[in-house]
């Protein structure tokens, strides 16, 4: 299996950047992860909120195949301890899923075409986190799961 991570605008922070390398070096040893990094959108000043949602989930869109298997990262999923999304992610590579992507919407959240397309949702907390720090928090959390699935002593439950 395959997992990808769309996100949009890229991470300028030295902190979060330094923090999201130090787990996807670790996740290499488990499984083909990869960011795809989704440009900002040009001249938001002129948008509304709902033009600005379409434009991005063209861009996002794009990068989909049929076959994929999409996990929003949003506010109204569903939650999951890491122990449960450990279980979610095993379930998906028993069940012969080639592709998950998980995609962290713009400022707005997401167009309702996304949430259309996508096959299931997942709130990494009640609590808002920009959308810099929820990139971080989702790659250690992937991490963790792969050490749970795998009974290494990263997660202490």
Same mark, same amino acid.
């Given at each position: ?15 979060? +950047?330094?923090? +999201?390398?130090?787990?996807?070096? =670790? ?13 900002? +959108? ?12 379409? *434009? ?7 990068? !989909? ?7 929003? !990262? ?13 279980? /979610? !992610?095993? *379930? ?15 400022? /707005? ?7 259309? =397309? ?16 929820? =990139? ?7 991490? =963790?799961?792969?050490? +749970? !699935? ?8």
């Amino acid at each position: 299996m395959k997992i990808t991570l769309i996100a949009i605008g890229k991470t300028e922070d030295k902190y979060l +950047i330094e923090g +999201i390398e130090k787990y996807l070096n =670790r996740l290499k040893h488990y499984i083909n992860f990869t960011i795809l990094i989704i440009p900002d +959108i040009k001249n938001t000043k002129n948008l509304t909120e709902a033009q600005q949602k379409n *434009k991005e989930s063209e861009f996002i869109a794009k990068q !989909l195949n049929p076959a994929d298997v999409v996990v929003l !990262l949003d506010e109204k999923g569903k939650k999951h301890s890491s122990v449960s999304f450990a279980t /979610y !992610l095993n *379930k998906q590579m028993i069940g012969s899923v080639q592709n998950l992507v998980f995609i962290i919407g713009g400022p /707005y959240g997401f167009d309702e075409s996304i949430y259309k =397309r996508a096959n299931t949702s997942i709130s990494l907390s009640d609590m808002t986190f920009s959308h810099q720090m929820v =990139r971080l928090f989702f790659v250690e959390q992937l991490y =963790r799961a792969f050490t +749970i !699935l795998k009974n290494e002593p990263y997660h202490h439950a």
